[in-house]
């Protein structure tokens, strides 16, 4: 809205948009705040997308009188930057207050614009003020029940398609992400990729399946991302408190891969990696007969890999035990019996 405001055009402001939703790429724990502007920038830059979108998110800690992260000053800062810089204040501000609008909150709102002019240009000061001066911006910004709704009204008209190999490109980029973000499984979406996709090569799929199936390994834990990281640092088994936190992973793995169109395929081989034949998984307690081969194939692909990586809680195990707990999972009715005879000869 500061983009419009201003008067960006249209594909500047396209290239704000993506690069503020993907601003904190690589934020996590351990980094510093330099560092994961760097990191993101280096992310970015490996993706199919414009260049200036990573070099908006690496200056987006720069602040216009030169006290930011690189001590870049003015028009040194790129505009979308100093926008992203500026809206990322107000709203480590404000983002989490849950009291209605009222004046008092507007007077806050007003005591905050005073406390950081001089950190942001006078151009974007202007036009911020020009925002808050209509009362529906604040009260849509501060209702609680409309709030997102708003990112609806501000998405970009740019449909953009992708071939395999840059889907292919986003989905390694966001399972590093997952991956990182849990130390004990670091690497783990990428093995389970490479197993299903070795798996469909094996049972005589096309080279497209076995693509869309590699995309799907990479990508099954997305919902991971909504999971506490205490939960999944912890250095131990988990209480059933927790096992039902982690347990809604799959679910949003769900909501978030269905939202790509051309994604149908890919999202139920994601996102049923913990379905059972019997219908004891989860989350949506699918019985055998309604999980296609290569869904019963992915959860095959993620207790093998689970099992042969180490955990806190113990040690990788070795491939005799592996089978013996794969072939007891397979006597439950939790895997296919049938398809893990055929996957033991790749595997």
């Known amino acids: 809205m500061l983009g419009r405001e201003i008067g960006l055009d249209k594909t500047t402001i396209m290239e704000l948009y993506y690069a503020a939703l993907l601003h904190d790429i690589a934020l996590s724990n351990s980094y510093q705040m330099l560092q994961h502007c760097v990191d993101g920038e280096k992310m970015l830059k490996k993706l199919p997308l414009p260049e200036s979108i990573a070099k908006n998110v690496l200056h987006h800690h720069e602040f216009y009188n030169g006290t930011g992260l690189f001590k870049l000053a003015g028009d040194e800062i790129p505009k979308p930057s100093q926008i992203i810089c500026f809206s990322s204040a107000f709203d480590d501000m404000f983002g989490k207050m849950t009291e209605a609008f009222n004046h008092n909150l507007f007077l806050k709102v007003n005591n905050w614009r005073e406390n950081v002019k ?70 783990h979406s990428h093995g389970i990729a490479a197993l299903a996709r070795k798996a469909s090569a094996h049972l005589g799929y096309d080279t497209e399946t076995q693509n869309k199936m590699y995309v799907a390994g990479l990508l099954h834990d997305i919902g991971k991302l909504d999971v506490s990281v205490d939960i999944l640092h912890k250095n131990g088994r988990l209480d059933p408190d927790e096992r039902f936190e982690i347990n809604k992973h799959t679910y949003y793995s769900r909501k978030i891969l269905e939202q790509i169109d051309g994604f149908e395929e890919i999202t139920d081989y994601a996102a049923n990696h913990h379905e059972k034949l019997d219908g004891t998984g989860y989350p949506y307690r699918i019985h055998g007969e309604k999980l296609s081969e290569l869904e019963r194939v992915m959860s095959i692909c993620d207790v093998y890999q689970a099992l042969t990586e180490e955990r806190p809680y113990r040690e990788n195990l070795p491939s005799e035990k592996v089978w013996a707990i794969i072939d007891d999972m397979c006597e439950r009715q939790h895997l296919d019996k049938a398809l893990v005879e055929k996957l033991k000869q790749v595997f």
Not at 118 to 146: C, G, H, P, W
Not at 164 to 174: G, I, T, W, Y
């Open 118 to 187: 001089e950190l942001f240009s006078a151009e974007i000061m202007e036009v911020f003020d020009n925002l808050i001066k209509r009362e529906s911006f604040l009260l849509d910004y501060f209702n609680q029940e409309t709030k997102h709704m708003l990112s609806k009204k501000l998405v970009i008209d740019d449909d953009v398609y992708f071939c395999c190999e840059d889907v292919e490109k986003f989905a390694l980029c966001f399972a590093d992400i997952i991956d990182q973000k849990s130390p004990f499984t670091f690497t």
